[in-house]
């Protein structure tokens, strides 16, 4: 079993996020004052590692894109984790490579290339710098869902090799970098380059650093000019394409490559985490250093995010722990220990919403038991599976000794709900007897449930 650490804290909000490791596994951790696993879905496989993800984090039909080392793409829901869809991102000439698989995931909220509503839309890119636009459609049967339409697809680099890229948050604009390519925004309208930094000039020493990109991500919602960058050799740099070409901003950060950057909902809060473990939050605007988070990491952090709506973080890397921690105090909340190294972390804010909702038909159930309520009628709510046998046992058995001497009157028979095309028939049964010429009202109501369409088949 995974094992769980606490602190002396406040406790953990209410959350859910879900994990993703080198063996292809996707675990979801619910956090209720501590945080656990509560399902895993997939078997492990080393050839399934899980290399890029992307959530549309909505209340009503989310979806969860992961591209994996094999070459496939995956569209599943983070509900269930049920696969919508199954693509394959190389040719059916070309034998999968792990020089050219996919680094870079997004599913689009916004409908794109003229897509249907039974499908979605996806960019992906690898580390070639081959990107492709596509539109993925789903389908009951993985054997029926397939790229839809066209796609459209360009290249990103002309030599190197592409390590990290995002998507802002009006999904018009892109960014790409790696080794040996200097960032770089692309306007997913168009499918066009609009801009291309410039390496930094030779410190004092005359000593050149190359160029090597390992993380970057847009600083605030509102604005795609201002991006942050990380480095492997332990700089983070910002960006302002309307200004320069070369950084507005620049400073080292410890001694090991920035291998996660995420940026806070403030617009200028970001946060670090290094091949160390070291995770730090900076106010970009100055370079200064907010403060460390209190915990060592021991193994390299790969993925930080920021929660839309709550004051925390999480984190996770090659030490195969998630944590949970807090972006005010920089307390740890919560660690849960996965077992396998990690690859990255989502968060599906929308869950708490969707556990409130009541399904159709319990709801429709509810409303008829509150008409009879209102009307005045006794009504006793089904209790549990064991406790319901062993009425139903009793109840049979007064029944064949006062049969002679009672009658049974049939109040009610409606038809609730129907599941699965199913009829389900409830109906109250109530018992009357009569002993010594009297009349007992007080017997009690027993549900009554069976896949037979009328009275007559269940008496």
């Keep these: 079993m995974p094992r769980t650490t606490t ?9 859910r996020a879900l994990t993703f490791d ?47 080392r094999n070459g496939l793409i995956e569209v599943l ?20 490579s792990e020089d050219n698989s996919v680094i870079g995931l997004h599913l689009f909220r916004k409908e794109r ?8 839309t996806l960019l992906t890119c690898t580390i070639k710098g081959q990107a492709s636009m596509k539109c993925v459609k789903m389908s009951k049967s993985l054997e029926d869902s397939g790229v839809e339409g066209t796609q459209t697809a360009w290249n990103v680099s002309g030599s190197g090799s592409i390590l990290c890229s995002k998507v802002d948050a009006d999904e018009n604009y892109a960014l790409f970098g790696g080794k040996g390519v200097e960032v ?66 620049s400073f080292d950060f410890r001694e090991t490559p920035i291998k996660a950057v995420a940026e806070d909902v ?48 999480a984190s996770c890397g090659l030490d195969s722990y998630l944590r949970i921690w807090d972006v005010k105090s920089r307390q740890l909340l919560s660690a849960v220990f996965l077992k396998q190294h990690l690859s990255s972390v989502v968060f599906d804010t929308k869950f708490a919403a969707r556990e409130a909702q009541v399904p159709p038909h319990q709801q429709e159930t509810d409303e008829t038991l509150q008409m009879e309520e209102e009307e005045g009628m006794p009504v006793k ?13 009793v109840k ?42 009297k009349l007992f009202n007080d017997s009690s109501i027993n549900w009554r449930k069976t896949k037979t369409k009328s009275i007559e088949e269940f008496l």
């Design 7 to 15: 602190l002396e804290c406040p406790g953990c909000p209410s959350l």
């Design 381 to 393: 709510r089904k209790k549990s599976s064991k406790e319901h046998s062993g009425s139903m046992k």
């Design 266 to 313: 403030d617009g200028h809060t970001i946060y670090i985490g290094n091949g160390s473990g070291d995770l730090a939050s900076i106010d970009i605007r100055t370079g200064k250093l907010l403060g460390s988070f209190l915990g060592k990491c021991s193994g390299s952090i790969r993925s930080i995010v920021r929660h839309p709506e709550l004051p925390v973080i």
């Design 22 to 68: 080198i063996l292809g596994l996707i675990k979801v951790i619910e956090a209720k004052e501590t945080a656990k696993v509560v399902e895993r879905w997939g078997e492990p496989d080393a050839s399934r590692c899980v290399l890029a993800t992307s959530i549309l984090d909505r209340q009503f039909d989310p979806l969860l894109g992961v591209a994996r």
């Design 113 to 120: 290339l003229d897509s249907s509503s039974r499908s979605c």
């Design 77 to 96: 829901s983070p509900v269930n984790g049920d696969v919508r869809a199954s693509i394959s991102n190389q040719n059916q000439s070309d034998k999968v």
């Design 396 to 437: 049979t058995k007064k029944r064949s000794k006062s049969s002679a001497k009672g009658h049974y009157n049939i109040h009610q028979n409606e038809v609730i709900s129907s599941v699965d095309s199913v009829a389900w028939l409830y109906f109250y049964v109530q018992v009357e007897e009569e002993q010594g010429g």
């Design 184 to 249: 770089n925004i692309w306007d997913l309208n168009q499918c066009t380059k609009i801009w291309t930094a410039k390496s930094p000039p030779k410190n004092s020493l005359g000593i050149f650093t190359p160029t090597w990109f390992t993380s970057a991500t847009f600083l605030c919602k509102d604005d795609h000019r201002k991006f942050v960058a990380g480095t492997n050799s332990h700089q983070v740099r910002l960006y302002d394409i309307s200004a320069q070409r070369r950084p507005v901003v």
